[in-house]
């Protein structure tokens, strides 16, 4: 545990924190969190999550464009598909994002099924 000293709207509070990972920089640092400043130190670097499989361009991969839930696939494999012919359903936040058909061409492969959870870029189908 580590006491720090943090600075809201100019007052501040001293708190106790866990140390996860030591790094980083030592020094406090002003955050600026659009309706105030917060100065809080020592600051970490974030460490970056690893994401889903992106279908490389030009590869015909349909791709989620959020992050949620996959609510539904409109297709099969083998399905002829024309631009505007919805594809896929996701839900995110309790709202409904309905993925169309981009191009001509035929459902080759579907990389993901109801229910799953969906990163932001993650490959739903494949036309080819």
Known sequence: MKKLRVTIEGKSYDVLVEVIEEGGTSEPRPLN??????????VSTPVATPRTAVAPAGAGGVVSPISGKLVSVEVHVGDEVSPG?????????KMFTHISATQVGR???IKA???????DGA????VA
Not at 33 to 42: E, Q, R
Not at 123 to 126: K, R, S
């Open 33 to 42: 969190f659009g309706n105030g400043t917060a100065v809080v130190g020592p």
């Open 85 to 93: 012919m919805r594809l896929a359903t996701i839900e995110a936040m």
């Open 107 to 109: 459902v080759a492969s």
């Open 113 to 119: 099924k109801p229910g799953d959870s969906l990163d």
């Open 123 to 126: 490959i739903i189908l494949t």
